[in-house]
């Protein structure tokens, strides 16, 4: 009989110690625990593992905590962090292994039905997202702030997560390195995937590694979101970039991208009439605004592209001074807009 996700969770359970020895093996028993560092399976005492319990309910078999950060979850859960997994069918196929079932036993789960997920990443996303914390008094915070950025507005999309995990892509070990996180979510605000940026240990740049940003999940056409979807509303590529034109507008409604492409086929909210294009000097952000522009104007939307002096708003914010953007974004919006949104700057 095919096991589902939920009966290979309990089937692991039954086994919770030869389960936390195997994947935890950094921590120890005490009693009716298994004691480590954190999920990841760091040395310390923070996090417990319930190794007895009930099958169901309080005090489940399997069901951890760590005391340190709040995380919780299950030996799935174990499994995924411990090897450093993102797709849920790699974790499967990982318990499958240490169950030793034969492949005719394993039901597909439900999320990995969906295209999403065969390419890596929704639910994963979503957990990733779940385990993250909020961004104040954390190295996101030092990041930003050594950006120019020092007062970041509506940034509940973004989270850090202090040992999220970087696969590089020459062989090398993975790595576990502090992150910024950010939720991409569609018009409903449903999150469909994630964006990871790594740090450097003390958050003054980003990790010295192949690939410091990339991102999982379902993303064509869904943004990182900072402010409610309104009528006016603001939409670039880099997280970064839009944070910048947040300093100085820091109440208009506005969409990351992530990339070139994904910008120019972002959706547009049903309220939306009038949009600012957040525009980068490159080649390809030139050519992405002008495809967004005209999708925009076919849909009855006003756009206005807002250009900087840079290469980005970002360069222009840091190079140039929190005045200078300001005087130069109030020049590029209109007047009710400039009334409306623009922050005084003293």
Request: glycine content about 10%; proline content about 5%; charged content about 20%.
């Amino acid at each position: 009989m095919a096991r589902t996700g939920h009966e290979l969770a309990m089937a692991l359970a039954s086994r919770a110690e030869a389960v936390c020895r195997h994947y935890l093996s950094n921590g120890r028993r005490s009693g009716r625990y298994w004691i480590v560092g954190d999920v990841r399976n760091s040395p310390g005492r923070s996090m417990f593992v319930r190794l007895a319990g009930s099958p169901t309910g309080k005090g489940t078999a399997g069901k951890w905590t760590d005391a340190a950060t709040g995380e919780h979850g299950d030996l799935l859960d174990v499994i995924r962090e411990s090897m450093g997994l993102v797709d849920f069918k790699d974790v499967i196929e990982e318990v499958r292994q240490f169950l030793s079932l034969p492949a005719s036993q394993i039901e597909t789960h439900p999320y990995m039905k969906t295209p999403s997920t065969t390419t890596g990443s929704t639910e994963a996303s979503r957990r990733l997202f779940a385990m993250a914390q909020p961004i104040r008094g954390t190295l996101v915070e030092t990041y930003l702030r050594h950006r120019g950025i020092t007062a970041p507005q509506g940034t509940s999309s973004l989270r850090f997560h202090p040992h999220c995990y970087h696969v590089s892509g020459d062989g090398r070990p993975t790595q576990t390195l502090p992150a910024m996180i950010a939720s991409v979510t569609d018009l409903n605000g449903q999150q469909t995937g994630a964006h990871r940026t790594w740090l450097a240990s003390n958050g003054m740049d980003k990790a010295p590694v192949d690939t410091p940003r990339r991102a999982m999940g379902e993303l064509l056409g869904h943004a990182v979101r900072l402010g409610t979807a309104g009528n006016i509303m603001a939409a670039g590529e880099g997280i970064e970039t839009v944070l910048s034109l947040r300093c100085v507008l820091p109440t208009m409604p506005m969409m990351a991208a992530l990339s070139a492409c994904h910008l120019a086929a972002i959706l547009f909210p049903p309220s939306l009439r009038r949009l600012y294009i957040i525009g980068d000097k490159d080649p390809a952000g030139e050519q992405a605004d002008g495809r967004l522009a005209d999708r925009a104007r076919q849909a009855g939307i006003e756009t206005i592209v807002l250009s900087p002096v840079m290469a980005d708003f970002n360069d222009d914010l840091r190079q140039l001074g929190l005045p200078t953007l300001h005087a130069m974004i109030a020049d590029q919006l209109k007047r009710c807009d400039r009334i409306r949104y623009l922050k005084q700057v003293v």
